[in-house]
């Protein structure tokens, strides 16, 4: 088993930046994939990147959105910059066996952190 917990999420103001992390316990390796997923209300959950030894970013965050990891704390953060108003959603950390895109493909799941981005 492994238990992933999100923090770093809040309210910030348009232009604003956060970093959210995750930081994992159990049977954990630093060779799984870790994905970050977001999901706004009304809307269904959405990738947002993923890192092994490689990163993996959805079109959308490109260029805002930096996955990075430190093994030595089992922690794996993004760094979101110039958040926007549709940035907002509950940020969700995955951790599976495959490096992937879809939700499905992640076994473990952290329980979220709020990000609200006012304009």
């Known amino acids: 088993q492994v238990q992933l917990v999100e923090s770093g999420g809040g309210l910030v103001q348009a232009g604003g930046s956060l970093r959210l992390s995750c930081t994992a316990s159990?049977?954990?390796?630093?060779?799984?994939?870790v994905a970050w997923f977001r999901q706004a209300p009304g809307r269904e959950r959405e990738f947002v990147a993923a890192?092994?030894?490689?990163?993996n970013y959805a079109d959308s965050a490109k260029g805002r959105l930096t996955i990075s990891r430190d093994n030595a704390k089992n922690t794996v953060f993004l760094q979101v910059n110039g958040l926007k108003p549709e940035d907002t959603a509950v940020y969700y950390c995955?951790?599976?066996?495959?490096?992937?895109?879809?939700?499905?493909?992640?076994?473990?799941w952290g329980q979220g952190t709020q990000v609200i981005v006012s304009s």
């Open positions: 995955a951790a599976g066996d495959r490096f992937a895109k879809r939700a499905e493909t992640y076994a473990y």
């Open positions: 159990g049977r954990t390796s630093s060779n799984n994939p």
């Open positions: 890192i092994n030894w490689n990163t």
